[in-house]
């Protein structure tokens, strides 16, 4: 099975409502970047992003966290590709004083399944 894997900080200025939380978008944001990794890895084209058939946010994301985005490969058709997406806490920051602890196991924040396409003749 193939996958790709980020990591990134989140900025407190990517908060916008209250208790310091981060838009759903966030999370799609990164599972495209993290998919790109992954067709360029599979098929050394970027891919076209068609659309997503589930996604579930589960938990809050939050300014001051570390999330891990995670694409996998669950199909691989001529052209298609079915993808599941996980975004991960796996650091918590506390409250804007600095200060953040690892979350072992990571918080499951967000999943989705989305389907790439690769054009045919490798261009847009």
Do not use: W
Not at 23 to 32: E, Q, S, V
Not at 47 to 55: D, I, K, P, R, T
Not at 66 to 88: C, M, Q, Y
Not at 97 to 121: M, N, S
């Amino acid at each position: 099975m193939s996958k790709a894997v980020h990591r990134r900080y989140v900025a407190f200025s990517d908060a916008h409502y209250a208790g310091n939380l981060v838009d759903g978008a966030y999370a799609l944001k990164l599972f495209g970047d993290v998919g790109t990794n992954l067709s360029i890895e599979l098929d050394g084209h970027e891919g076209l992003f068609a659309g997503y058939s589930s996604v579930d946010f589960l938990a809050p994301i939050r300014g001051g966290d570390v999330v891990e985005a995670e694409a996998t490969l669950v199909k691989k058709g001529n052209r298609s590709r079915t993808v599941d997406f996980e975004l991960r806490v796996v650091c918590r920051g506390s409250d804007g004083t600095g200060r953040a602890q690892v979350l072992e196991p990571p918080l499951v924040a967000v999943r989705a399944r989305g389907t790439a396409v690769i054009p045919a003749d490798g261009t847009e």
